[in-house]
């Protein structure tokens, strides 16, 4: 239902976008949001989108990270720009609520 993809390794202030492809039916009904998890912390809400574009950010990523969402592709980005260490993580999407499946995930590494 949902695959992540677009993490890598990059330095600290780079930038990355990820991607979540959706089925249609997801994508028009839920609230949509990408989560992460670092190592050995619990997954976090980083920012959500509504299907009429609202968008929420955790505070650590305001200013810095931009969720959008593309109705014509069913598909939900992250740019992640100013990246620093702690925003190394396992990124994840899914609804807000996250009442899907998990998906693999995509691993974002800031490191020097």
Do not use: H
Request: net charge positive.
């Amino acid at each position: 239902q949902l695959a992540e993809s677009g993490g890598g390794l990059v330095q600290p202030g780079g930038s990355l976008r990820l991607s979540c492809a959706a089925s249609r039916t997801i994508f028009n009904i839920y609230k949509m949001a990408w989560y992460r998890q670092a190592p050995g912390k619990q997954r976090e809400l980083v920012a959500s989108i509504a299907p009429g574009s609202i968008t929420n950010y955790l505070d650590a990523v305001k200013g810095r990270f931009a969720i959008s969402r593309d109705n014509t592709k069913n598909t939900v980005y992250l740019q992640m720009n100013s990246l620093k260490p702690d925003d190394t993580a396992v990124y994840y999407c899914n609804a807000e609520p996250p009442n899907l499946n998990w998906g693999q995930g995509t691993p974002v590494t800031v490191s020097s």
